[in-house]
């Protein structure tokens, strides 16, 4: 099984809202990661979780804040956004990504957010 | 130049082709290389690694030439369900678990 699996499938939200993505996996893998996908461009990481410890945040601005509860267990909460934040989110897990096979990342089928 | 770039396509091509997407990216120690699938508003999926010696999944062939940086996908006999932008994926150095997706190179199979 290499379900990663995220909740909701869509959101909306205004400027001022609070909200915040799920994303589960139960393969026992260690590394953890969301991306932001717009329309036609690939994926761009926005954190890295590794042992549940954030390893990599790629400049991210603050309105966008990780957290990891668990090994199986990613979150992403959203505050304040701007329109331009409307995108696909992606979370994805990997084994411990360190090398070869390791590295291999497992999708979730993404939040799709819109930012009104 | 940029860590990894690929075919700008897109690629149409009759039921039946065989074709091949390219890749180069930059880092010369890099040491992990895929090609993901994504289909149209779905997330990407592995549809394989590639390795020196080349390797294969059915219709599907993948290569990797080091010392061109260069890495390649070939697919013959192609189906409608290939349709989808393929993914070039190469991991970044000295950044645990961190991947670099090439822009993508759309493939869409005509009947």
């Known amino acids: 099984d290499t379900e990663v699996t995220q909740t909701p499938k869509h959101l909306v939200m205004g400027m001022t809202n609070k909200k915040s993505l799920k994303c589960e996996q139960h393969m026992g893998h260690r590394a953890m990661y969301w991306y932001k996908q717009k329309a036609k461009k690939p994926p761009e990481l926005m954190f890295v979780?590794?042992?549940?410890?954030?390893?990599i945040n790629e400049s991210v601005p603050s309105r966008f804040s990780p957290e990891c509860p668990n090994s199986s267990l990613l979150n992403l909460h959203l505050h304040a956004l701007q329109p331009e934040d409307s995108a696909l989110y992606l979370c994805a897990s990997s084994h411990d990504g360190t090398s070869g096979t390791k590295n291999i990342q497992y999708f979730g089928a993404g939040t799709r957010l819109s930012v009104l | 130049r940029k860590e990894v770039e690929q075919d700008p396509g897109p690629f149409n091509v009759p039921e039946g082709a065989t074709v091949a997407f390219n890749c180069t990216y930059s880092?010369?120690?890099?040491?992990?290389f895929f090609w993901y699938r994504q289909d149209c508003r779905k997330e990407p999926k592995l549809l394989m690694s590639v390795y020196s010696s080349g390797n294969e999944d059915g219709r599907f062939t993948a290569q990797l030439n080091r010392a061109s940086q260069y890495i390649s996908l070939l697919i013959r006999d192609s189906k409608l369900s290939d349709s989808a932008t393929y993914l070039c994926?190469?991991?970044?150095?000295?950044?645990?678990?961190?991947?670099?997706f090439g822009k993508g190179t759309k493939l869409s199979v005509k009947p």
């Open positions: 994926v190469v991991n970044r150095l000295g950044s645990q678990g961190n991947l670099i």
């Open positions: 880092n010369s120690a890099s040491q992990s």
């Open positions: 979780y590794s042992y549940e410890k954030l390893s």
